[in-house]
C-alpha cells in the first residue's frame, strides 16, 4: 500500500503557501515540506490573472515537493474572498418507513428540502451543506434522530457559498499547475482547525482572519460553524489610507503601518497615523458586531472573538476588540495540542518547524491537512463539495459523533 500523502494549497491575496505531509495509520501527521511566494494574480480571494496565479502557485509547489521528496499528484485547496458567505435553510419531510423510524434516507430528503427551500442562489455554488439541528414532531432532538420514531423530521441547515465563476476559475488556476484538485474547503473553516480549541468552539466564538485584503469571520458554537462572512477590505486597505493620509509612497506606508506601536522614531505626525489607524479599526470591528447583531449574538459568544491573519500581527487588538464588542478577546496561535482529532504532529525538516508554528500565515494550509485526515478523526460535519468523495452516511455519522460525549 502506498504512502498517504497529503497536499495543502492555501492560495491568498498576498502569499500562497503549501504544505505537503503524510498521514501515518496510527494518526500522526509528518509534515515533509512547505512552499511559499509572493501571490501573484489574486486579489481579494479571487483569480484575477490566470496564468500568473497559476505559475505563482506552481512555483510554491516545486518548492514544497522538492523539500518533500515526493511527487505531488493531487491537492486539496482552501477558497476565500469577497464571494464567500454562508445562509439557514430549513426543510421538513413525513418520515417513509410504516412505523415511523427514521433512517438515513429521511435525513437526507429532510436536507435536501432544506436545501429546495433556499432563496434564489443563481450564479452561486454550495461548497459545504452543514445540518445544524433536527427535530421530530417539534421537538428539538438532544442527540441523534436516526432510529428515533416520529411523523415529521425538520432540519435547520447551514449552507457555506461562493461565486460558481470564482470556484472554477481557483480550480482551473490550480489544475493548471500540474495537479489534480480532491476537495475545495472553505478558507474559515481549515483555518479553525488549526486555530481554535474544541472548547472555544462548544461555547461559541468568533473566528476573524484580518488578511491583506479581506477580513472573513467565522461563529461557531455548541462545536459547529452557525454562520461565515467575509468583508472587502484588509490590512492592505490601512497601508493605503496611511499613505494618503500622511503623503508619503505607499512602501513607506506599510513600513510605517509594520512598525506602528514599535518603532518610537515614526514620524512627528504620530497623533494623525493614531487617528487614520484607529479609524480603520474601529470600521472593522463595527463591521464584525453589525453581523453579530444580525444573527442574534451581540455580546453572547463566551469564548469571544479569536483574532488571526497577518494584520493581527500589526497591531495590539485585543482591547479595541473587547471595548467595542463587549467579548473577550485574544490573537489566535497554532492550538494543535487542544485538538482532539490529532494525536501527533511532527516536521521532518527541522528548521521550518518555527517558522510554521510561529506564523498564523499558516494556519490555513495546516487546518486543510488536519481536515484531510481519517474521516472519522474530523468533527465538523461538512457534506460533499463539487469534488469531494464524502457520502451522505459519512456525513451524518460525523455529526452525531459531535453530539456524543
Known sequence: MGREIITAVDAGSSMVRIITAEQKKDGELNILGIGQKPSDGIRRGYVVN???????????????????????????????????????????????????????????????????????ISNKHIIHTIPLSFKIDNNLVLGRPLGMKGVKLEVETLFITCLSQHLADIIKTVESAGVEVEDVIAMPLAMSYAVLTKYQKEAGCVLANIGA????????????????????????????????????????????????????????????????IEARLNDIFE?????????????????????????????SLEEIAKMLLHLPAKIGTLSLKNNHSLKNITVLPANIKEQIFNDPGWSVALGLCIMNLDENSSDLPIQETSRSKRKIRQTIGRWFRTLLP
Request: glycine share 10%; proline share 4%.
Open 213 to 276: 485584503s479581506t477580513i472573513s469571520i467565522a461563529v461557531f458554537e455548541e462545536g459547529l460553524p452557525v454562520s461565515l462572512e467575509v468583508f472587502p477590505f484588509g490590512s492592505t486597505s490601512i497601508t493605503n489610507d496611511i499613505a494618503l493620509g500622511l503623503q508619503i509612497p505607499i512602501d513607506e506606508a506599510e513600513r510605517v503601518k509594520i512598525d506602528y506601536g514599535i518603532d518610537k522614531t515614526l514620524p512627528s505626525s504620530k497623533r494623525k497615523l493614531s487617528d487614520i
Open 287 to 315: 463591521l464584525i458586531e453589525s453581523h453579530l447583531k444580525k444573527i442574534n449574538r451581540q455580546g453572547m459568544l463566551p469564548g469571544g472573538i479569536i483574532l488571526t491573519g497577518g494584520g493581527s500581527n500589526l497591531f
Open 50 to 120: 490566470m496564468e500568473d496565479a497559476a505559475r505563482c502557485i506552481g512555483n510554491a509547489l516545486k518548492s514544497s515537493e522538492k523539500m518533500a521528496g515526493v511527487s505531488i499528484k493531487k491537492v486539496i485547496i482552501s477558497i476565500g474572498g469577497i464571494s464567500l458567505g454562508s445562509i439557514k435553510s430549513k426543510g421538513s419531510v413525513m418520515i417513509s418507513r410504516a412505523d415511523g423510524e427514521i433512517i438515513d434516507y429521511d435525513i437526507k430528503r429532510a436536507i435536501d428540502q432544506s436545501e429546495a427551500n433556499l432563496p434564489n
